[in-house]
């Protein structure tokens, strides 16, 4: 069994902008932090922005997922999204996440419309295979930060700072490939490995 899911990956130039603001954030929210808080920093390189998590799959259908993947992304242009904006999932009063937004044309308030149709393209491709389609409603973000203990505590100290209220561009994100990625657990964190790409627009 192979735990995988399906995302694009991020070139050199907004790795290095995530390493910056993540580093900028660090200095910020440790002056705030006590014993009882404690976060787990994201490395830049290992940062990706998912598009379908899949679970657990068996080895055999990597190629099942390829075909089909490539299939629906021929007629799926490449395009551009701004990454810009600090959050946390799930609010500010026990927060367990802390990551970095990808903001459409008409700005913050929504997935941007040409990710939200490459998702949904994906979602009915992989749902014959034994895929569900996902429930809650995308929010596409590259994560920072995990909060372990003391969610309530960052959340408060999140606020105190003003962190989220900071404007933060990091550039655009070109999309033009989706990956299966592998992901191992290891006991100094995840690691991932791309198994396949596929180009948009191969048609």
Not at 125 to 133: F, I, R
Not at 164 to 180: M, T, Y
Request: aromatic share 4%; net charge neutral; proline share 8%.
């Amino acid at each position: 069994m192979i735990r995988a899911f399906l995302a694009v990956e991020l070139p050199v130039e907004i790795r290095q902008a995530l390493a910056l603001v993540q580093t900028d954030v660090k200095n910020r929210i440790s002056r705030e932090l006590s014993p009882r808080m404690r976060l787990q920093w994201v490395r830049p390189e290992s940062v990706h922005l998912t598009v379908k998590f899949l679970g657990d799959i068996q080895e055999t259908q990597v190629h099942d997922l390829q075909s089909v993947v490539g299939e629906a992304l021929r007629s799926v242009a490449p395009f551009s999204i701004e990454v810009a904006g600090l959050g946390v999932f799930p609010d500010m009063h026990a927060p367990r996440v802390l990551w970095v937004g990808l903001v459409g044309r008409a700005g913050i308030g929504g997935p941007p419309t040409a990710l939200l149709q490459l998702v949904n393209m994906v979602e009915t491709s992989v749902e014959p295979l034994g895929y569900p389609p996902e429930t809650r409603p995308f929010n596409p973000h590259l994560t920072l930060a995990r909060i372990k203990e003391g969610s309530k505590e960052v959340g408060r100290a999140i606020a105190r700072i003003g962190l989220l209220e900071r404007e933060v561009p990091l550039g655009q994100l070109e999309v033009s490939r989706v990956a299966l990625m592998r992901s191992e657990l290891k006991p100094s964190g995840s690691v991932y490995t791309t198994l396949w790409e596929i180009p948009l627009g191969a048609a």
